[in-house]
């Protein structure tokens, strides 16, 4: 199974890029699924229920959110029904959203989709270890094929997760900090890892944000809004290959510039 995944979509830029690139890229890249995470998505933060059956429609099959999945509160009713989206299973149960999700694939194979939070410099969340051991016993004879967005802040906290998770899931793939890693890989028991996918949004930022407003605030505490950044636009992921056993074969890092109009 090949798997494209593609971290935090940033704004209309990395938002619009996804919308417009999605089916090339299924074509392109022979993909048997596309996952992205759209934290960000609505300008900068959450996600819109338009947006949502928007990318649906240009040929993404589930969606993974962060920190921010509520911050447009009117993605709720979408978490509560849909099966192409989940929220961190890490998250209390009263939260609105699934712990996991499946997609059929043209195939006919399953994958599942888990997002966990990381606690390391983040708001407090449930035991990222004992939530995903709760889901792993769930996909139990579900499928092998099995991805995890790991979405957290320190890379150590990356590790320490994702070792735990090596020959239990598919691929343990970072979102969160926005800047992508150099040390994809595939640990020894089979599981595709990196500390941090990128983000799909503009690149000459800080952090998909305009540069001028965030150092001022950051300087001088001045409270402004930190708009979405337009240049520099790219979409950037992972492409991980598993084997009939759910096992990764390989993993690669995607980045793709999006050519100015
Ligand atoms: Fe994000
Ligand atoms: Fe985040």
């Known amino acids: 199974m090949r798997v494209l995944f593609l971290g935090d979509l940033v704004g209309k830029p990395g938002y619009s890029a996804t919308l ?3 089916r090339a890229l299924r074509h392109e890249l022979d993909l048997d699924a596309l996952v992205v995470n759209a934290e960000n998505a609505a300008d900068g933060s959450g996600l819109t229920n338009r947006q949502f059956s928007r990318l649906l429609d240009a040929g993404v099959d589930a969606i993974t959110m962060g920190d921010h999945i509520y911050r447009e509160w009117e993605l709720a009713k ?3 029904k849909s099966d192409r989206i989940v929220k961190p299973a890490n998250f209390p149960p009263d939260a609105p959203g699934r712990c996991w999700t499946t997609i059929t694939t043209s195939a006919g194979e399953t994958l599942a989709i888990v997002s966990l939070l990381g606690r390391v410099f983040m708001r407090p969340v449930d035991c990222p270890f004992q939530a995903i051991d709760r889901v792993l016993h769930e996909l139990d004879g579900v499928t092998s094929h099995i991805l ?4 957290a802040e320190a890379t150590s906290d990356k590790q320490v997760i994702g070792r735990y998770l090596d020959g239990r899931v598919s691929a ?3 979102t969160h900090t926005h800047v992508p890693t150099a040390d994809a890989c595939l640990f020894p028991g ?4 990196q500390c941090d996918v990128g983000m799909c949004g503009a690149y000459e930022s800080i952090i998909g ?3 001028a407003r965030v150092t001022l605030t950051t300087r001088t505490n001045e409270p402004c809004h930190f708009y979405v950044a337009t240049h520099d636009v790219r979409l950037c992921g992972a492409l991980v290959e598993t084997d009939s056993a759910g096992r990764a074969t390989s993993i690669e890092r995607f980045e793709k510039k999006i050519p100015t109009s």
């Not at 995890?148 to 979405?151: E, F, N």
């Not at 089979?190 to 890892?193: D, L, M, P």
């Open 172 to 174: 343990v793939l970072g």
């Open 190 to 193: 089979g599981t595709a890892f």
């Open 78 to 80: 979408t978490l509560r």
């Open 148 to 151: 995890v967005d790991l979405h």
């Open 209 to 211: 944000r305009d540069i």
């Open 20 to 22: 417009q690139y999605a």
